[in-house]
Nanobody, 120 residues
Framework: QVQLVESGGGLVQAGGSLKLSCAASGSIRSINAMGWYRQDPGKQRELVAVITSTGSANYADSVKGRFTLSRDNAKNTVYLQINSLKPEDTAVYYC??????????????WGQGTQVTVSS
């Protein structure tokens, strides 16, 4: 099994910053991509940012210039630095990891989610 442990969410005022972390563990041989998605109640889950094993990152247009995703391959951990937070960034943020298990199968795993609330 593969598990993702997220941390770093919370309540912050508009203009503030947060740093989210997501660590993968378990029977995963290699992680091809890790990223963050977010979801508001009643809305579809949307991509925030994703990073490949080579360090190439892609961002949603709404977060470019404010969010920075980085990765520590040795720790199977990604970090999402969120600056200049806006009320519309309020959502549950979910980590996702996609890779290959030791048995050779493909796996895509979700974390439990962490709440980010931005007050105006």
């Amino acid at each position: 099994q593969v598990q993702l442990v997220e941390s770093g969410g919370g309540l912050v005022q508009a203009g503030g910053s947060l740093k989210l972390s997501c660590a993968a563990s378990g029977s995963i041989r290699s992680i091809n991509a890790m990223g963050w998605y977010r979801q508001d109640p009643g809305k579809q889950r949307e991509l925030v940012a994703v990073i490949t094993s080579t360090g190439s990152a892609n961002y949603a247009d709404s977060v470019k210039g404010r969010f920075t995703l980085s990765r520590d391959n040795a720790k199977n951990t990604v970090y999402l630095q969120i600056n200049s937070l806006k009320p519309e960034d309020t959502a549950v943020y979910y980590c996702n990891a996609a890779g290959v298990t030791y048995s050779g199968g493909y796996v895509s795993v979700w974390g439990q989610g962490t709440q980010v609330t931005v007050s105006s």
